[in-house]
């Protein structure tokens, strides 16, 4: 065998090899999305089957209070992995989609489409307990795979915290929100639409250094070098015998003029309700309001620690 023929054979090879190399590249890069249909139904809006794809609190039918029809019928695609993390830097994992907005007592149906290699979630909270069991609706893949499930939307104006619960995903940018209606404030930290909580920050100091993250200040906590006495304004403090205060007047006239309408709205929303789902919706209302209150004490013991 001569040099020419050595020199042919190894450029076939060689040529094979290159070729074997860019099919398998390809073939990598094209992952097969599973769809989940066949589904075991274990009650109650609870589906799932051995491959990893499961259904929470799904919904067709049953008419959230105050819905007295379904408003429209809409559809969503959902897609979840690492590469839509990488327009948001600090972030591993993503939505392709961070916010959805619809009309209440809307029949959604999500598609929600996993293409990592691990297990990824879309799950909504704080839900009518009546209704959706825990207050969740979930929807869950393990794996390349697709899932889809339905739910009906409550009447009132809200926003619902959705993400994947797998530990750390939501942290490292799985996190999005739902509005419903006109909503009810927004969350912070979601991908693309609502600035950090603390935002990062890599500027090197005076220094050179790059400075470590300083969280803001806790409320009531005294600076270096604050006098450990108490202000005369933080002292004082409403005389013990006094009963009369403006916070009973306030609850008085609520009552007065508030009862009528509270009564004239909750034979609307009640209606076609069992006394467990009306005792279930005032428990998840009672809960929800206890949520508003402690965040707006929350935000007032924020401010109040800046301005010191």
């Not at 979630?121 to 069991?133: E, S, T």
């Not at 006094?242 to 007047?249: C, E, I, K, Y």
Request: net charge neutral; glycine share 14%.
């Amino acid at each position: 065998m001569n040099t020419k023929s050595i020199t042919t054979r190894l450029s076939y090879l060689c040529s094979a090899g290159l070729f074997a190399v860019s099919v398998g590249a390809v073939a990598a890069e094209k992952t097969e999305i599973k769809e989940h249909t066949r589904l075991m139904d274990h009650g109650d809006g609870h589906l799932m089957d051995m491959d990893g794809g499961m259904i929470m609190g799904q919904n067709k039918d049953k008419l959230p209070g105050g819905c007295s029809r379904i408003a429209e019928d809409a559809e969503i695609t959902v897609r979840a992995g690492h590469k839509y993390a990488k327009d948001f830097p600090g972030t591993m994992y993503g939505f392709s989609e961070h916010e959805w907005r619809f009309k209440p007592c809307t029949r959604l149906t999500v598609h929600f489409i996993n293409e990592d290699n691990v297990r990824h979630q879309w799950m909504m909270h704080g839900l009518p307990k009546y209704l959706y069991d825990k207050g969740m609706f979930h929807l869950e893949v393990t794996g390349p795979g697709k899932i889809s499930g339905t739910l009906i939307l409550p009447k009132e104006d809200r926003t619902y915290l959705v993400h994947c619960d797998i530990a750390q995903h939501m942290e490292k940018g799985m996190k999005g929100e739902l509005i419903v209606g006109k909503g009810s404030g927004t969350f912070p930290t979601i991908p693309g639409v609502t600035d950090a909580a603390i935002p990062d920050n890599y500027t090197p100091g005076p220094d050179g250094k790059v400075q470590p993250a300083v969280a803001p200040p806790t409320a009531g906590a005294e600076k270096p070098g604050d006098s450990t006495l108490k202000k005369p304004e933080q002292s004082a403090t409403a005389p013990s015998g006094s009963w009369f205060t403006g916070s009973l007047v306030l609850g008085i006239v609520l009552g007065v003029f508030g009862t009528p309408i509270a009564l004239r709205v909750g034979r609307e929303r009640l209606s076609g309700m069992t006394g467990g789902d009306v005792l279930a919706m005032v428990g998840g209302f009672l809960g929800h309001m206890i949520d508003i209150t402690l965040g707006l004490i929350s935000r007032l013991m924020h401010s109040r620690g800046k301005k010191r």
